[in-house]
């Protein structure tokens, strides 16, 4: 009885231990900065294994007024641990609803799937709304580990 008690102890800790299968945040836009410009972190130390990356966000919408339907365009500027950068564009396609009420829809959309660093590390994402997102409530960024 004892061993087996002992056994799932062990087993427990492992897992327990191991690290989160995603990770994410989400910045209102209030709390976005000048020109909005959205700031994350993602820890991607794991050299292993490639990340897949995806936007989201919400757009409300003003009684009996229609939800836009222009897509979001995203400038994103990637910084490695040690500080170097590459910039890239994305879109957020109007036509990436997952959820819907009569106030807000939300999106969600693939960015990047077998993302694999060239230096493992936290990385900094800076993304700046280019265009489409006046009505957004704000954006998130969701980090998956593909394993």
Do not use: H
């Not at 265009?131 to 998956?144: A, F, N």
Request: proline residues 4%; charged residues 30%.
């Amino acid at each position: 009885m004892r061993r087996t008690v002992l056994i799932v102890l062990i087993a427990w800790a492992a897992f327990s231990c191991a690290r989160p299968v995603s990770q994410g945040s989400f910045v209102r836009r209030e709390k976005a900065g000048i020109g909005n410009l959205y700031s994350f972190e993602l820890d991607l130390s794991d050299s292993t294994i490639s990340y897949r990356i995806s936007f989201c966000t919400r757009r409300d919408r003003k009684p009996f007024a229609p939800f836009s339907d222009e897509d979001i365009r995203l400038r994103v500027r990637w910084t490695s641990p040690s500080d170097s950068s590459y910039s890239e564009e994305a879109v957020l396609a109007a036509g990436t609803v997952v959820d819907s009420a009569y106030f807000y829809r939300d999106y969600l959309a693939s960015f990047k799937r077998d993302f694999r660093p060239f230096e493992p590390g936290v990385w900094r994402v800076r993304v700046q709304v280019a265009g489409g997102g006046e009505d957004l409530l704000g954006l998130g960024i969701i980090c998956d580990r593909e394993e």
